[in-house]
């Protein structure tokens, strides 16, 4: 509608300008003049109309807009002109703004949003730190209850269980089922703040009458209630006993973990005799297992909590005996959550993506002012003809815009792609990743800043370019004396060095991710079945679950491919490591540093059927399990080093525990075993017992000749006939778990390999454009020169030395911010030196020689240069 | 390109005005009774002039209307709004002021030398 108006506001202004000539001519005419004559005069005074009309536009500033469409379409049709170069320009774009568009949004799922709760940056968790170990701990809770009583800036505290967030079984409406649950102290709803969806939370009354209650999980609300609010008052077995469903809590509640189905009040359950805070002074103060989350008094700071339970925690070491170990970290919930390393990781991939955005947008600045150079010519007659500089200004600006505009329509297309992709294939290591979606801050922001670069590294140089005196611009064809290419000397090198910097970290991640992966996991991992068993209340005891353990290992051996069938406590070792043995003989000192260490109940063939060899002694065998057997132990080879160094563990003897048994007895070591890494391969194997047992919760393994993949059907059916009311939750291969535990390392090293691939073909593109543009500018002296005698390779030499001499530059300026960020990587790289000469010095021999191809074209090409022609042509 | 008048900046708006305070005029009246009250002495270039017409149409204190003229063709006709004349005689008042004092100061500095 506007854009309407003004076209024929344009046309009104010819209308006006035209009838100031006749009017002029007119005058001249009536004062004598022939017309003709009068014309040609009035034209000489007019001076250009269009340039009048020109001078009248820039005067309107309302029609911006129109402008704005107009300058787009000549920019359009310019680019049209071009297709080769509009194409690259858009794919180039495309590429970075649809990766910064992916990463931006990534970083602000991650990393930027707050935690769903009310005031989330009030919310804290308060952890209990072992000061010798240097490690976290679970908290007991006589501490919590000091800490609770003492602080002023926690205006509450409320404790859950950890370890009891493990599996629950709990029958629903229909099948038996698994799930994580949370069990929770006083309060503990109240401080986190979220309302629940619907009905309510463990009142201080539930507590007190040790009702039976449970809140539901908004998804596990959904599978067996379809969101009816029937749901409440509704009776549910757990554990065995029937609890009355009395709330939901919507997804966005993700305490203790997101994968928490449903709470129950700790006072439902045995540990209310202990937790009953009548009670609790009596309790052991260290070595328990509570979490503590607290909320801030409003206003005061993380600091003021730190240095407050600090004395606290100083306080209750000069008090109590079981503390004297004990300190207090108090960690914003955020970091809890997230993860440092996990919102360091993710910055880092987005410092990699703005980095190949920078790139891009000097690589699409480069060939911008290479444009602007050859289009000086034009730019010249035009200035001639009468357009400002603002107006060529505008013009440019306008075609950046056309370029962004379109690139970033296909970015955006190309950013949903990748983060479809990431959903389906990313790290399942990243909290909240899984929430990835295009969101509006996100693509706003990245869309905004790929236009600033687009306008920073796209306008600048081209109006460099364009600074020309007009004259000499239209004198000649102006090929011989283009301006010292100076800036697009800078742009090339400063996009190869940030190639090298992105190649670098590439390098180390890759390198990292190879090492972790090529970690010996100490066993046979291949063709290894994990399915966890929860055997219900009905097993009563060791000997009902040793025959559910035979029952199982005879019915799945039958299954073709099955070749062994073994049990362990936690195969992947999710558990803190913090027990202790007792060795005979030995005086413990209570003031020194606890490993950390295990001890696992396995079945006699555990070893055999997961292929841990036998270092020394002997394995276990069914006799060790039969009644009244003498208890005995394996241990691996770091803890007989450890607790018995130059000597042979076989023999020795010890016990589970802190102190001698009370009736002086010990258990023999049989064995030693190879140490393994079950939690995952970039984790350090640990101390580690083991002792026979029968098991009622444990990992059933499952050893296959070949094809573990198409055994869990089949293992599955058969685990349903022998006992339909066992749920089976988790079937997974040790494979699978061993990869997806280094899912963010290989996430890490796709990604910036990715980039740097990227960064590495813009980079070369950039420089060989470049050299070939100069290649093309200088034709002529280059034609003068071999006529003059200079022989093919002092061309070649030529060119290829400036086209090294700028990739040297970027180089070496690369490796300097390169290793200036080192600090930063290291702690997320495994068993790799962040400044590690071997990495740098192959990036950079790499960037060498793919630069030195780039310019290799373009030498050659001036090589083959004709004297005649090129000197016709000039 | 540039104006030949060698006005003082501003200067061109005000004498525009000044012209349409007695009728509303066409764009070439306008730059023909400058030239021809000033006596010659002020003379401005299409270049000049329209930008300045449409730059105070644009601030409202111009207004224009198409008319059937004396040539028979429909030409762009301003005229002076009530902003306009405000904004005239303010201006007017402030460039005669200025004018005094520079004569003033012309004046004593004559003085000083004499």
Same mark, same amino acid.
């Given at each position: 509608?506007?854009?309407?108006?003004?076209?024929?506001?344009?046309?009104?202004?010819?209308?006006?300008?035209?009838?100031?000539? $006749?009017?002029?001519?007119?005058?001249?005419?009536?004062?004598?003049?022939?017309?003709?004559?009068?014309?040609?005069?009035?034209?000489?005074?007019?001076?250009?109309?269009?340039?009048?009309? #020109?001078?009248?536009?820039?005067?309107?500033?309302?029609?911006?807009?129109?402008?704005?469409?107009?300058?787009?379409?000549?920019?359009?049709?310019?680019?049209?002109?071009?297709?080769?170069?509009?194409?690259?320009?858009?794919?180039?774009?495309?590429?970075?703004?649809?990766?910064?568009?992916?990463?931006?949004?990534?970083?602000?799922?991650?990393?930027?949003?707050?935690?769903?709760?009310?005031?989330?940056?009030?919310?804290?968790?308060?952890?209990?730190?072992?000061?010798?170990?240097?490690?976290?701990?679970?908290?007991?809770?006589?501490?919590?209850?000091?800490?609770?009583?003492?602080?002023?800036?926690?205006?509450?505290?409320?404790?859950?269980?950890?370890?009891?967030?493990?599996?629950?079984?709990?029958? *629903?409406?229909?099948?038996?089922?698994?799930?994580?649950?949370?069990?929770? *102290?006083?309060?503990?709803?109240?401080? %986190? *703040?979220?309302?629940?969806?619907?009905?309510?939370?463990?009142?201080?009354?539930?507590?007190?009458?040790?009702?039976? @209650?449970?809140?539901?999980?908004?998804?596990?609300?959904?599978?067996?209630?379809?969101?009816?609010?029937?749901?409440?008052?509704?009776? =549910? %077995?757990?554990?065995? $006993?029937?609890?009355?469903?009395?709330?939901?809590?919507?997804?966005?509640?993700?305490?203790?973990?997101?994968?928490?189905?449903?709470?129950?009040?700790?006072?439902?359950?045995?540990?209310?005799?202990?937790?009953? +805070?009548?009670?609790?002074?009596?309790?052991?103060?260290?070595?328990?297992?509570?979490?503590?989350?607290?909320?801030?008094?409003?206003?005061?700071?993380?600091?003021?909590?730190?240095?407050?339970?600090?004395?606290?925690?100083?306080?209750?070491?000069?008090? !109590?005996?079981?503390?004297?170990?004990?300190?207090?970290?108090?960690?914003?919930?955020?970091?809890?959550?997230?993860? #440092?390393?996990?919102?360091?990781?993710?910055?880092?991939?987005?410092?990699?993506?703005?980095?190949?955005?920078?790139?891009?947008?000097?690589?699409?600045?480069?060939?911008?002012?290479?444009?602007?150079?050859?289009?000086?010519?034009?730019?010249?007659?035009?200035?001639?003809?009468?357009?400002?500089?603002?107006?060529?200004?505008?013009?440019?600006?306008?075609?950046?815009?056309?370029?962004?505009?379109?690139?970033?329509?296909?970015?955006?297309?190309?950013? !949903?792609?990748?983060?479809?992709?990431?959903?389906?294939?990313?790290?399942?290591?990243?909290?909240?990743?899984?929430?990835?979606?295009?969101?509006?801050?996100?693509?706003?922001?990245?869309?905004?800043?790929?236009?600033? @670069?687009?306008?920073?590294?796209? +306008?600048?140089?081209?109006?460099?370019?364009?600074?020309?005196?007009?004259?000499?611009?239209?004198?000649?064809?102006?090929?011989?004396?283009?301006?010292?290419?100076?800036?697009?000397?800078?742009?090339?090198?400063?996009?190869?060095?940030?190639?090298?910097?992105?190649?670098?970290?590439?390098?180390?991640?890759?390198?990292?991710? =190879?090492?972790?992966?090529?970690?010996?996991?100490?066993?046979?991992?291949?063709?290894?079945?994990? %399915?966890?068993?929860?055997?219900?209340?009905?097993?009563?005891?060791?000997?009902?679950?040793?025959?559910?353990?035979?029952?199982?290992?005879?019915?799945?051996?039958?299954?073709?491919?099955?070749? /062994?069938?073994?049990? +362990?406590?936690?195969?992947?070792?999710?558990?803190?490591?913090?027990?202790?043995?007792?060795?005979?003989?030995?005086?413990?000192?209570?003031?020194?540093?606890?490993?950390?260490?295990?001890?696992?109940?396995?079945?006699?063939?555990?070893?055999?059927?997961?292929?841990?060899?036998? @270092?020394?002694?002997?394995?276990?065998?069914?006799?060790?399990?039969?009644?009244?057997?003498?208890?005995?132990?394996?241990?691996?080879?770091?803890?007989?080093?450890?607790?018995?160094?130059?000597?042979?563990?076989?023999?020795?003897? =010890?016990?589970?525990?802190?102190?001698?048994?009370?009736? /002086?007895?010990?258990?023999?070591?049989?064995?030693?075993?190879?140490?393994?890494?079950?939690?995952?391969?970039?984790?350090?194997?640990?101390?580690?017992?083991?002792?026979?047992?029968?098991?009622?919760?444990?990992?059933?393994?499952?050893?296959?000749?070949?094809?573990?993949?198409?055994?869990?059907?089949?293992?599955?059916?058969?685990?349903?006939?022998?006992?339909?009311?066992?749920?089976?939750?988790?079937?997974?291969?040790?494979?699978?778990?061993?990869? $997806?535990?280094?899912?963010?390392?290989?996430?890490?090293?796709?990604?910036?390999?990715?980039?740097?691939?990227?960064?590495?073909?813009?980079?070369?593109?950039?420089? !060989?454009?470049?050299?070939?543009?100069?290649?093309?500018?200088?034709?002529?002296?280059?034609?003068?020169?071999?006529?003059?005698?200079?022989?093919?390779?002092?061309?070649?030499?030529?060119?290829?030395?400036? /086209?090294?001499?700028?990739? %040297?530059?970027?180089?070496?300026?690369?490796? @300097?911010?390169?290793?200036?960020?080192?600090?930063?990587?290291?702690?997320?790289?495994?068993?790799?030196?962040?400044?590690?000469?071997?990495? !740098?010095?192959?990036?950079?021999?790499?960037?060498?020689?793919?630069?030195?191809?780039?310019?290799?074209?373009?030498?050659?090409?001036?090589?083959?240069?004709?004297?005649?022609?090129?000197?016709?042509?000039? | 390109?540039?104006?030949?008048?060698?006005?003082?900046?501003?200067?061109?708006? &005000?004498?525009?005005?000044?012209?349409?305070?007695?009728?509303?005029?066409?764009?070439?009246?306008?730059?023909?009774?400058?030239?021809?009250?000033?006596?010659?002495?002020?003379?401005?270039?299409?270049?000049? &002039?329209?930008?300045? &017409?449409?730059?105070?149409?644009?601030?409202?204190?111009?207004?224009?209307?198409?008319?059937?003229?004396?040539?028979?063709?429909?030409?762009?006709?301003?005229?002076?709004?009530?902003?306009?004349? &405000?904004?005239?005689?303010?201006?007017?008042?402030?460039?005669?002021?200025?004018?005094?004092?520079?004569?003033?100061?012309?004046?004593?500095?004559?003085?000083?030398?004499?």
């Amino acid at each position: 509608m506007r854009w309407f108006r003004n076209a024929s506001s344009d046309e009104r202004l010819d209308l006006e300008l035209r009838d100031h000539i $006749e009017r002029q001519v007119a005058d001249y005419v009536a004062s004598g003049m022939s017309e003709p004559d009068a014309r040609r005069r009035v034209r000489i005074e007019f001076g250009g109309l269009e340039q009048a009309k #020109e001078h009248v536009r820039d005067v309107r500033p309302h029609q911006w807009f129109s402008e704005l469409v107009r300058d787009s379409r000549v920019g359009f049709r310019g680019l049209r002109r071009e297709p080769l170069f509009a194409l690259s320009v858009t794919i180039i774009l495309t590429v970075a703004i649809g990766a910064s568009v992916a990463m931006f949004s990534v970083l602000h799922t991650v990393v930027l949003r707050a935690l769903p709760y009310p005031r989330a940056n009030e919310l804290a968790m308060i952890r209990t730190h072992l000061m010798l170990q240097n490690q976290p701990d679970g908290t007991s809770l006589p501490n919590w209850f000091d800490w609770r009583r003492e602080s002023k800036t926690f205006a509450g505290m409320a404790y859950y269980l950890r370890t009891a967030v493990s599996a629950v079984t709990f029958v *629903g409406r229909d099948a038996p089922q698994r799930g994580v649950a949370g069990l929770v *102290g006083p309060d503990f709803f109240e401080v %986190v *703040g979220t309302a629940p969806l619907i009905g309510r939370t463990p009142s201080s009354d539930d507590f007190d009458r040790r009702d039976r @209650v449970v809140v539901l999980s908004e998804g596990l609300w959904q599978e067996q209630f379809a969101r009816s609010a029937d749901a409440l008052g509704q009776s =549910m %077995v757990i554990d065995g $006993e029937p609890h009355t469903i009395i709330g939901v809590m919507p997804y966005t509640f993700q305490i203790p973990s997101s994968d928490t189905r449903l709470w129950r009040p700790i006072s439902a359950t045995p540990f209310w005799e202990i937790a009953n +805070t009548a009670k609790v002074s009596g309790l052991q103060r260290d070595g328990d297992a509570f979490e503590v989350i607290g909320r801030l008094v409003p206003n005061r700071t993380f600091d003021d909590a730190r240095a407050e339970m600090r004395l606290i925690a100083a306080r209750l070491r000069d008090t !109590y005996e079981g503390n004297k170990n004990l300190d207090v970290r108090v960690i914003p919930l955020f970091d809890y959550v997230i993860g #440092e390393d996990t919102q360091r990781g993710v910055w880092l991939g987005f410092a990699a993506v703005l980095a190949l955005l920078a790139i891009a947008g000097t690589n699409v600045g480069g060939l911008l002012s290479v444009r602007a150079m050859r289009r000086r010519q034009e730019f010249a007659v035009r200035s001639a003809l009468g357009a400002g500089r603002w107006r060529m200004i505008r013009q440019l600006l306008a075609e950046s815009v056309v370029l962004w505009a379109i690139a970033s329509t296909g970015g955006v297309a190309l950013a !949903y792609g990748l983060m479809r992709l990431l959903l389906l294939y990313g790290p399942r290591s990243i909290p909240r990743l899984e929430q990835l979606g295009l969101d509006a801050v996100a693509v706003t922001a990245s869309l905004f800043g790929a236009l600033l @670069v687009i306008i920073v590294c796209g +306008t600048i140089p081209s109006l460099v370019a364009t600074r020309t005196k007009r004259a000499a611009a239209l004198a000649t064809r102006d090929q011989s004396s283009p301006p010292r290419p100076r800036l697009q000397d800078g742009l090339v090198v400063a996009q190869i060095a940030g190639a090298l910097v992105l190649v670098v970290g590439a390098v180390l991640f890759a390198e990292s991710f =190879m090492r972790a992966q090529a970690e010996d996991p100490g066993y046979a991992a291949d063709n290894l079945m994990i %399915v966890r068993i929860e055997l219900p209340r009905a097993y009563r005891d060791g000997a009902s679950w040793a025959r559910f353990f035979d029952e199982t290992s005879a019915r799945l051996k039958t299954l073709p491919g099955v070749v /062994g069938i073994g049990g +362990t406590m936690d195969f992947f070792m999710r558990r803190n490591g913090d027990q202790s043995v007792t060795v005979e003989g030995r005086i413990v000192d209570p003031n020194a540093p606890r490993q950390r260490l295990t001890i696992e109940g396995v079945t006699p063939g555990f070893f055999d059927v997961a292929g841990i060899e036998l @270092v020394e002694g002997r394995m276990f065998e069914e006799r060790d399990l039969a009644p009244g057997a003498a208890p005995v132990f394996i241990v691996n080879e770091l803890m007989a080093r450890q607790l018995w160094p130059g000597e042979s563990a076989v023999g020795k003897r =010890m016990v589970n525990g802190r102190e001698p048994r009370k009736d /002086g007895r010990w258990d023999s070591v049989v064995g030693v075993v190879r140490n393994v890494r079950r939690e995952g391969l970039d984790l350090q194997p640990f101390l580690t017992a083991y002792n026979p047992l029968n098991l009622r919760s444990y990992d059933l393994v499952i050893r296959a000749s070949t094809g573990v993949n198409e055994l869990i059907p089949s293992v599955r059916r058969e685990l349903r006939a022998i006992d339909a009311t066992v749920p089976l939750a988790q079937i997974t291969t040790v494979r699978s778990r061993l990869s $997806e535990r280094l899912s963010g390392r290989r996430f890490q090293s796709q990604a910036l390999g990715l980039f740097a691939a990227i960064a590495l073909v813009l980079a070369a593109a950039g420089l !060989y454009a470049l050299l070939a543009y100069q290649v093309t500018m200088r034709t002529r002296e280059i034609g003068i020169r071999s006529a003059l005698g200079a022989d093919r390779r002092s061309i070649v030499t030529m060119v290829l030395r400036h /086209g090294v001499r700028l990739a %040297v530059a970027g180089v070496l300026a690369g490796i @300097v911010v390169a290793a200036a960020a080192a600090r930063l990587l290291q702690g997320l790289l495994y068993n790799t030196q962040a400044i590690d000469v071997s990495s !740098y010095a192959g990036a950079a021999i790499g960037m060498l020689l793919i630069a030195g191809t780039a310019a290799c074209v373009p030498a050659f090409r001036a090589a083959r240069v004709s004297p005649l022609t090129a000197l016709r042509e000039g | 390109m540039s104006t030949k008048s060698d006005l003082p900046q501003g200067t061109l708006d &005000l004498l525009i005005l000044k012209v349409l305070v007695v009728a509303p005029l066409h764009g070439y009246a306008v730059g023909q009774r400058l030239q021809q009250i000033s006596r010659d002495v002020v003379q401005v270039t299409q270049g000049t &002039l329209y930008p300045a &017409l449409h730059r105070l149409e644009h601030r409202q204190l111009l207004t224009a209307e198409w008319k059937m003229s004396d040539t028979g063709r429909e030409a762009k006709f301003y005229r002076l709004t009530r902003k306009g004349r &405000l904004y005239m005689e303010a201006e007017t008042r402030n460039w005669l002021r200025l004018t005094d004092a520079i004569a003033l100061i012309f004046k004593s500095a004559e003085g000083s030398t004499s």
